[in-house]
């Protein structure tokens, strides 16, 4: 549970900085992350917003950035994880607020905070084809941009048009798909620090019927694939080039191998799931234990693909 606003708790000018610009009530002190990130474990973040305009993330970030706080955004935290000894600074939470979607003609347009499901399945209730394989993929606009989230031989760097953004400077900018410097899993988001408030994706017109069946059969794939009954914030791991992380890991024996409540999925080894009572701590230490068994067995280092804070 988020507790509200308690200024004993943190550094006072950090919360003076934020009243100036989101209403008290949006601020939450020592907010357990464990809710808010698919893992369901990890610990807290010393402070949290819940901003309701851009302008107000715009000004908060600024300002945080100016005085040297620490910040992160977060989406829907489906890449995410913080360590069981928190988070030394400021999540601002880019969420339900920023969540609209308007079809215009073959684009949409989405807000960061909008759910990437959601905007796939208004994307086929208006017939329009190309975001299919976004269909199961559980996170925000903001943060499939982001992590340039992909699945199936898609990926949103083959659908955005354009993306707005602010900068350390607070000013909003609309930058081109080709100048996101997108790769696997990557963009300039992370590497320039800039946070995505809305994005343009540019479809094609298609059968409504065959879009809805393409959606089914990858939904299909993934239940039989993928252990979406457990707690995980996805593949943990990034794909080496030429190979899979989940063979890797399983010809290194791990499938099913356990730390405390994190396990490799018996399912899928590209999965760390928490069976139940994981904390942060379990799950950074498989990660690491994973990391090494499969470097002695292949010689290939793996990456993580999930964003670790803290
Ligand atoms: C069951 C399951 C299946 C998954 N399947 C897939 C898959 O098929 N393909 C795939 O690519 N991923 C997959 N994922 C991972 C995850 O859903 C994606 O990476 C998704 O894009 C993350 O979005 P998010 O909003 O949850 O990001 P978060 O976890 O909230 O954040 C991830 C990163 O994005 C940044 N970010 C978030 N919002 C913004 C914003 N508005 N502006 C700037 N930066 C921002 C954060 O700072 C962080 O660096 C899966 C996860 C789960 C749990």
């Known amino acids: ?165 602010i900068g350390e400077n607070g000013e909003p900018r609309e930058i081109r798909a080709r100048d996101m410097a997108f790769g696997y899993r990557t963009s300039r988001i992370q590497n320039e620090k800039l946070i995505v408030t809305k994005v343009v994706i540019k479809l094609t017109r298609g059968d409504k019927n065959d879009i809805f069946v393409r959606m089914d059969e990858l939904a299909a794939l993934r239940r039989e694939k993928q252990p979406l009954e457990l707690p995980s914030a996805g593949s943990t791991f990034k794909r080496p080039e030429g190979n899979y992380a989940g063979k890797l890991i399983m010809e290194a024996g791990l499938r099913g191998y356990r730390i405390g409540g994190a396990e490799v999925s018996e399912k899928h080894c590209g999965f760390i799931v928490n069976t139940g009572n994981a904390t942060a701590t379990d799950i950074v230490n498989l990660m690491t234990y994973v990391m090494k068994t499969v470097f002695e067995k292949s010689g290939i280092m793996l990456e993580p693909e999930i964003v670790v804070l803290g």
Not at 36 to 42: D, I, M, N, R
Not at 82 to 100: E, L, Q
Not at 119 to 137: D, P, Q, S, T
């Open 1 to 165: 549970m988020l507790n509200p606003g308690n200024p004993q708790s943190i550094d006072n000018t950090v919360l003076q900085i934020l009243e100036e610009v989101v209403p008290r009530n949006a601020i939450y002190t020592d907010a357990d992350m464990s809710g808010l990130t698919s893992f369901k474990a990890g610990g807290k973040a010393s402070v949290l917003v819940e901003p309701e305009t851009d302008e107000q993330i715009a000004i908060a970030a600024m300002r945080l950035f100016e005085k040297n706080v620490p910040f992160f955004i977060l989406g829907n935290g489906t890449n995410t994880l913080v360590k069981d000894t928190g988070y030394k600074g400021v999540v601002i939470h880019v969420g339900k607020k920023f969540n609209k979607t308007i079809v215009e003609g073959d684009r949409i347009i989405a807000y960061a905070g909008a759910s990437l499901s959601s905007v796939a399945r208004e994307a086929a209730n208006a017939g329009l084809k190309g975001m299919e394989f976004a269909a199961g993929i559980p996170g925000s606009v903001g943060g499939a941009v982001a992590m340039n989230a992909g699945a199936y031989g898609g990926e949103m760097k083959d659908i955005i048009e354009t993306v707005t953004v």
